[in-house]
């Protein structure tokens, strides 16, 4: 319950701060921005504090109250003079200009499907074993570990996947959660609670969004369509094999990956935003939580020439690398063509060069620092990681091995997109001013994220064409409302409308429908019971010997030091951990002739599970005639380093 109420608290504060900075805006657009204000400082005070209180209960204490300071000195000097245009008084309605319903109808049918996929994909207990969905069953575990590993931890934290690395990947995300953890909130609760409250914020940030750029209802709902039920036309693949096998039909709602917004083998990789994205990739879903907000912020400011947003933006924006680089990264080069576009349209060019100097100035003082220490080390290299910063043409459509596309430029993504791919670049010409700009925006993502790979993971590019194709939807859907007029009274308009939103969100709604139903195991019972112990009974700065498997109770859980976790996480990470995954691998088949790795690595205990019994040539005897064994139930055995009396339990 406590970290529910710091959460609570945290949104209190940003509420009260938004809605000094934002007067002039409709009250659902200040509620919006006030919840993102929160989620922003309880993702980003807490780790501050942690520098000199560790990630402890106290930094949490301190992060609130200088959340509230902030939100009273807003309220005192920062609250926006009213609009001169407005009567004294005068009062408007909660959504403002756009129709109430409108939200209501969009949102809350999605919001109840993400709460719910929240609920089932995130630790869902079953007779004591903890169950996840499909798309949570691998990337849920690295995002556990973090925010169990930061508990009371020094700062800048380091991996808990590998020894004396520094945390570079963007973890901002599961400290929220962290702060939650070390109030008493349950780890499931902790993740699902923000992890919904984030998906409303999306789908409510995109609907205010698309208003403002197309005031247009039929608009806002074909490109909140389009954006949430993407998928592709993958499904055409799933008619042409029950074609020939109509029992193929129910591999789609049972297989691993067989639905048609993700299938790898057909090289369908335009995945559903929320059965893949939203829902698995917690920083990604923290990133959309605030780049949309900056995309709102950067519309207005296009359309007004208000020079408090821009510098407001450059606070929000420089908050971003470590709650999400990709989305800072495609913020700053959609930012980069809209001054492009206003420089050569502008009368006065002098007010935009001061108000994106200041906007880009801002940003990079508090970015810089974040993407020095974390982002660029891991890209370019050190001297723990690899670097992966490379060129690379067409995205996961080039195959390195015979340096040719697997499938023709434009049919590949038309396929992956849908027929939405093609409307792009007439959507492009048909809007005027900040829809330009926007949209040149949105192709300096789209150019840079064909051209430049950015992780060793190629796949993680569409981190960034995500953010153009949102940006471009509300555009996109302009235009088929203007098509849909200029169609009046042909025959047959219906059906050709009907024909492309089938097309379109077919493939989407069949791949959510798979993950609704979706069930797998990722920790046993026995596991589950494991961690209580370690966490109850043993140090929490000890060194723990277990296998490579991602599902690691030792560190998904317990949040505990291991010698090596599972290279999924450390290579596409750029983490060099060949060496490590080695020395754990002869420790545990060769325990007696390696003794000096024990050392090296300061192991204190060994666990071992049927993962460690079915991967490796355990040598389980030697561990069994020369450590004490402190647990023993079920599948799960640990063992205490003889030579360290400090290790048996407290």
Known sequence: ??????????????????????????GLVRLWLGLTAGLLMMMWL??????????????????????????????????????????????????????????????????????????????????????????????????????????????????????????GYPFLMDALSASMISLGTGLAASFVIPGSLMMGLVFLGFVILAWELTHSRAAVVVSYLLMFLNGGLGFFY??????????????????????????????????????????PQRTLLAGWTMVVPALYLLSLALREGNRRLYIILGVLAGAMPMIHTHSFFALALISAGCLLWTLLHAEDRKKVLIDYALYAGIAAAL???????????????????????????????????????????????????????????????????????????????????ELIQFQPNPYDNNKLFYVAFMLMLPLVGNYLVTVWRRLRGIPGRALLAAVFLAVSLTSGALSLAREAVSDYQLFSADEVAAVEYIRDELPADAVYLTGDQHNNLVAALAGRQIVCGTGSYLYFHGINYEQAALDERQMLENPSQNLDLFAQYGVDYVVITNSERYNYALDEAYFAENWPLVYAEGSVSIYAAPENDENLPE
């Open 238 to 279: 799933v008619l042409d094999g029950v074609w020939q096998d109509p029992t193929l039909f129910q591999n789609v709602f049972t297989g691993y990956y067989a639905a048609p917004a993700n299938m790898v083998e057909n090289n369908i990789r335009w995945v559903n935003v929320i059965c893949d994205m939203m829902i």
């Open 46 to 167: 807490p780790s501050l504090f942690a520098y000199a209180l560790r990630f402890t209960a106290a930094a949490q204490y301190a992060a609130l109250g200088l959340a509230a300071a902030l939100a009273a000195l807003s309220r005192l000097f920062l609250t926006e003079k009213p609009d001169p245009l407005k009567l004294e008084g005068e009062r408007q309605p909660f959504c403002g200009d756009m129709p109430a319903w409108l939200p209501l109808a969009l949102v809350v049918p999605l919001l109840m499907l993400s709460v719910y996929l929240q609920y089932t994909h995130t630790l869902r207990e079953v007779d004591g074993a903890l169950h996840v969905g499909q798309s949570t069953y691998g990337d849920l575990c690295l995002h556990l570990g973090i925010a169990t590993g930061l508990q009371g931890s020094a700062y800048p934290p380091d991996y808990t996947l590998i020894q004396d690395v520094l945390l």
């Open 367 to 449: 970015a810089l620092p974040q993407v020095l220490t974390w982002s660029i080390p891991q890209t370019v290299g050190g001297s723990a990681t690899t670097g992966s910063l490379s060129l690379r043409f067409n995205w996961v459509n080039y195959d390195t091995a015979t340096g040719r596309l697997i499938d023709g430029y434009f049919w590949f993504w038309i396929k992956n997109v849908g027929p939405v791919y093609l409307l792009m670049v007439p959507a492009a010409l048909l809007c005027k001013g900040r829809g330009r700009a926007l949209s040149l925006g949105a192709l300096f993502v789209y150019v840079t994220a």
């Open 1 to 26: 319950m406590g970290g529910i109420l710091l959460l609570f608290g945290f949104e209190i504060c940003g509420y009260v701060l938004a809605d000094a900075l934002f007067k002039r805006r409709d």
